[in-house]
């Protein structure tokens, strides 16, 4: 399944990018990486990446979202991932991910999160 963003402005003021497919090493990672530069550019840096649908996550994938990650902190905003698989969950806590990346169960509560925090 490609990688795909989806993005959509809540009126909270937080940003949520849907991803969907396989997170791998290639061009359409760059999908992620240019939609989270053009946030951060506008200002809009309070995001939540709602991966639960995102099947697989690869190296170059984990390097993707640690650079959003400095990325969105770097403009004084704040990054969660929302729904994130078993899956896609073992990775992260194989390599040590969990403890740099702020995640949550659903969508929903890394909205609340970063609306609390506005």
């Known amino acids: 399944m490609p990688f795909e963003v989806e993005s ?7 940003t949520v990018l849907a991803l969907s497919g396989s997170m791998t090493m ?10 989270v ?3 951060t550019k506008k200002n809009q840096n309070r995001i ?8 697989y996550v690869d190296s170059s994938a984990l390097g993707v979202l640690i650079g959003c990650h400095g990325s969105v902190r770097g403009s ?6 929302a729904g994130v698989t078993a899956r896609v969950s073992a990775v992260f806590k194989m390599t040590g991910t969990d403890q740099v990346l702020s ?3 659903t969508r929903d509560d ?8 506005a």
């Open 8 to 14: 959509s402005a809540l009126d909270s003021g937080v």
């Open 26 to 35: 290639g061009n359409q990672l760059q999908k992620l990486e240019w939609a």
């Open 37 to 39: 530069q053009e946030l």
């Open 48 to 55: 939540v990446l709602d991966m639960s649908k995102i099947s």
């Open 76 to 81: 004084g905003g704040q990054l969660r991932l």
């Open 103 to 105: 995640m949550d169960p």
């Open 110 to 117: 890394a909205v609340s999160a970063l609306s609390a925090g």
